[in-house]
């Protein structure tokens, strides 16, 4: 079936570490995004790619890196540097941009715990 | 700036009552998309809807209503004879083709209880 796969579902790190989330899809989309949630808040963009090696900050990069080699690949980085990284963060993908077609699909998300 | 409110953080309903979820913004284009998105416990949001701000006829889908009303800049949502199926984080979503990003209400959760 198509879709997109995130991993791991669940992961806990200790400060000062960096963690890389898995974002798999299979349904041949151009554009990938990265997204966190925190709880009673809506989705924030932290990163997104319309095409193979090129990428572009979202709202809320600071503390995270992307990367984009292969059109269904979009690992996300959450490095020491971000502050707060204990949230839910979601891949989601969508034929070019998000303009008239406008309808994006999400993995299952992984949630990261700062321990 | 664009911004998209839901007053309503948490609602909860008794199975086959109706329940509408609201749902506002704000944008200065005059071209802009918006959408309603389901977040059940499983985590991945589910597209439900998108409505261009030209077309204000309102739509049925099933149990599934929306009201888009550009007067008062409102797009609800209205579930009706609600089942426990329907229980999730509901997101209204607006898109900006002057940013072209989407903007997210805050969710608001809805539980249906048996």
């Known amino acids: 079936d198509g879709g997109i796969t995130q991993s791991p579902k669940y992961l806990f790190r200790k400060e000062g570490q960096n963690v890389t989330l898995s974002c798999e899809q299979n349904?041949?989309?151009?554009?990938m995004y990265w997204y966190r949630q925190d709880p009673g808040q809506g989705l924030r963009l932290i990163y997104y790619?319309?095409?193979?090696?090129?990428?572009q900050k979202g709202d809320i990069a600071e503390g995270y890196s992307v990367s984009r080699e292969k059109k269904e690949s979009f690992p996300l980085t959450v490095t020491s540097a971000q502050k707060n990284p204990t949230a839910f963060y979601l891949c989601?993908?969508?034929?070019?941009?998000?303009?008239?077609?406008?309808?994006?699909?999400f993995g299952e998300g992984s949630r990261l715990t700062v321990l | 700036a664009q911004k998209v409110t839901q007053a309503q953080t948490e609602i909860s309903v008794v199975e086959k009552e109706d329940v509408t979820l609201d749902c506002v913004y704000e944008?200065?284009?005059?071209?802009?998309?918006l959408f309603w998105y389901k977040q059940p416990p499983s985590g991945e949001l589910v597209f439900l809807i998108r409505?261009?701000?030209?077309?204000?006829q309102n739509e049925i889908s099933g149990r599934y209503s929306w009201n888009f009303q550009k007067s008062t800049s409102s797009f609800n949502f209205t579930i009706t004879a609600s089942q426990v199926v329907d229980s999730a984080v509901y997101f209204c979503?607006?898109?900006?083709?002057?940013?072209?990003?989407?903007?997210f209400g805050q969710g608001t959760t809805l539980q249906v209880k048996p």
């Open positions: 409505r261009n701000s030209f077309d204000e």
């Open positions: 989601a993908s969508s034929t070019y941009g998000t303009g008239p077609s406008g309808e994006l699909f």
């Open positions: 944008t200065r284009d005059t071209t802009y998309y």
């Open positions: 349904l041949n989309h151009d554009a």
């Open positions: 790619s319309q095409i193979v090696n090129d990428f």
């Open positions: 979503v607006a898109y900006s083709s002057n940013t072209g990003k989407l903007i």
